[in-house]
C-alpha cells in the first residue's frame, strides 16, 4: 500500500520568500517520487522526480526537492516565489509490489504569491 | 510531439445521460491512465490499459463506467445514466512501456458538470 500527506492545503508567501510544500509518503517498496504543478483548468505538468540516486533533486522553474528516507518525506523548495508560481501542486508516490507503479496523490497544496 | 489531447474539453450534461470522453496520447505511448479529479482533491485512479488491454480498474470505477481502447491507439471513456456525483475533471495521462522513472504525461482535462 502507498500514501501521500501533504500538510497544509494552502500556503501562501510574498514574491521573493522562500517556497516550501511538505509531502510525506508512506510506501511498502523503494518509492519512486513525484511533485507536479496544475493550473486552473489544465492538466499535471511534473516539476521533477526522484526515482534512484541523488536524493536531492532539482526540477523546472528553480524547483528542487530532498528525498528522506528517515523521515519518509519530499518536501519541495523554491529560493524565491515569483507571480507566476501560483498553483495547485500534488506530491505523488509511485512504487507497487506488482510493477504497474501507478501512482497516488495527495491532495495537493494551493500555493498563493502576494506581490 | 503534440502531447496529450482531451477532447470535449468541457460537458455539461443533464443527470440520467450517458456521456463518452476521448483521450490521444503521445504516440508510441503504450501505457495509457485514466483518472478522476473533484475539487480540492488529488487525481484518483479510475483504469489503465497496455496497448489495447485493460490491466487494471480502480474499485472507484462503478458499473456504470466502461473503458476502452480497441486498437492501443486512442481511448474513450463512457460514463452512463450520469449523476451529480460524477462531476469532476477527468484526466488522461501516458508514459511508454520501458520507462525508467514511470513519469505520466497529462492531458488538459474534460471539466463534467452534470445538472
Known amino acids: 500500500a502507498q500514501s501521500v500527506t501533504q500538510l497544509g492545503s494552502h500556503v501562501s508567501v510574498s514574491e521573493g520568500a522562500l517556497v516550501l510544500l511538505r509531502c510525506n509518503y508512506s510506501?511498502?517498496?523503494?518509492?519512486?517520487l513525484f511533485w507536479y504543478v496544475q493550473y486552473p483548468n489544465q492538466g499535471l505538468q511534473l516539476l521533477l522526480k526522484?526515482?534512484?540516486?541523488?536524493?536531492l533533486v532539482k526540477g523546472i522553474n528553480g524547483f528542487e526537492a530532498e528525498f528522506k528516507k528517515s523521515e519518509t518525506s519530499f518536501h519541495l523548495t523554491k529560493p524565491s516565489a515569483h507571480m507566476s508560481d501560483a498553483a495547485e501542486y500534488f506530491c505523488a508516490v509511485s512504487g507497487s509490489p506488482r510493477g504497474s507503479y501507478i501512482p497516488t496523490f495527495g491532495r495537493g497544496t494551493s500555493l498563493i504569491v502576494h506581490p | 510531439d503534440t502531447g496529450v489531447s482531451q477532447n470535449p474539453r468541457h460537458k455539461i450534461t443533464k443527470r440520467g445521460q450517458n456521456v463518452t470522453f476521448r483521450c490521444d496520447p503521445i504516440s508510441e505511448h503504450n501505457r495509457l491512465y485514466w483518472y478522476r479529479q473533484t475539487l480540492g482533491q488529488g487525481p484518483e485512479f479510475l483504469t489503465y490499459f497496455q496497448n489495447e488491454a485493460q490491466l487494471e480498474k480502480s474499485r472507484l470505477l462503478s458499473d456504470r463506467f466502461s473503458a476502452e481502447r480497441p486498437k492501443g491507439s486512442f481511448s474513450t471513456l463512457e460514463i452512463q445514466r450520469t449523476e451529480q456525483g460524477d462531476s469532476a475533471m477527468y484526466l488522461c495521462?501516458?508514459?511508454?512501456?520501458?520507462?525508467?522513472?514511470?513519469?505520466?504525461?497529462f492531458g488538459p482535462g474534460t471539466r463534467l458538470t452534470v445538472t
Open positions: 510506501s511498502s517498496v523503494p518509492p519512486y
Open positions: 526522484y526515482t534512484t540516486g541523488a536524493t
Open positions: 495521462a501516458s508514459r511508454p512501456d520501458r520507462s525508467s522513472s514511470y513519469e505520466q504525461y
